[in-house]
């Protein structure tokens, strides 16, 4: 079945260390996404990517890097940068701009 | 800057009860209008999408309406069942944006 498979399901993170999300597609979309979700608040955009080898900024973007070298894969490292790192993270796609959204199950970040 | 609001945040209702979900933008040069579920500690699914060109979508008990002018869309449900109760979001797409804005979400609770 084509999907967005996140991993892992929950991750802890120590102060001052980087950790990395993982965010890979079988859907052949080109446009990949990763937001941020508080408690009780909608999604905030963290970086996105339209295309291998190319991604831009959302809102949120310090703290965070990404990169894009395979259409398949967009991984997320949240860097000791961060200070305030613990939050939902979902990863979406989708074939080009003016599609709808899939989105993956998402990862659930704590601070230990 | 595209902003979207949903009203109300919460909505409690008795089950068999059709009702209706407020999403507004501010920004009415939008490429299409996306509504989507979240269970709790879930990602989201997929509701309804529809496209600037149209005014409304339907899929089973749902129909999304999209009104540019007065910047509103609306997602009614018929007929609830406590299976409904989850938070649901809307998501806008402005022109030449790449990306769009999520809405914090309205949390629905059906009542057996």
């Known amino acids: 079945d084509g999907g967005i498979t996140q991993s892992p399901k929950y991750l802890f993170r120590k102060e001052g260390q980087n950790v990395t999300l993982s965010c890979e597609q079988n859907?052949?979309?080109?446009?990949m996404y990763w937001y941020r979700q508080d408690p009780g608040q909608g999604l905030r955009l963290i970086y996105y990517s339209q295309i291998v080898n190319d991604f831009q900024k959302g809102d949120i973007a310090e703290g965070y890097s990404v990169s894009r070298e395979k259409k398949e894969s967009f991984p997320l490292t949240v860097t000791s940068a961060q200070k305030n790192p613990t939050a939902f993270y979902l990863c979406a796609s989708r074939p080009t701009f003016d599609y709808g959204y899939t989105f993956g199950s998402g990862t659930r970040l704590t601070v230990v | 800057k595209q902003e979207v609001t949903q009203i109300p945040a919460a909505l409690s209702v008795p089950e068999g009860e059709n009702l209706v979900l407020n999403c507004s933008f501010t920004?009415?040069?939008?490429?299409?209008l996306q509504w989507f579920r979240q269970d709790p500690g879930k990602g989201l699914t997929s509701l309804l999408l529809?496209?600037?060109?149209?005014r409304e979508q339907t899929s089973g008990r749902l129909n999304a309406s999209l009104d540019k002018s007065s910047g509103r869309s609306t997602l009614y449900i018929a007929a609830s069942q406590p299976g409904d109760s989850a938070t649901y979001l809307c998501?806008?797409?402005?022109?030449?944006?790449?990306?769009?804005?999520f809405g914090d979400g309205t949390t629905l609770t059906v009542k057996p």
């Open positions: 920004d009415s040069a939008i490429y299409n």
């Open positions: 998501a806008v797409e402005v022109v030449n944006a790449g990306k769009s804005t």
């Open positions: 529809i496209q600037s060109s149209q």
């Open positions: 859907l052949n979309h080109d446009a």
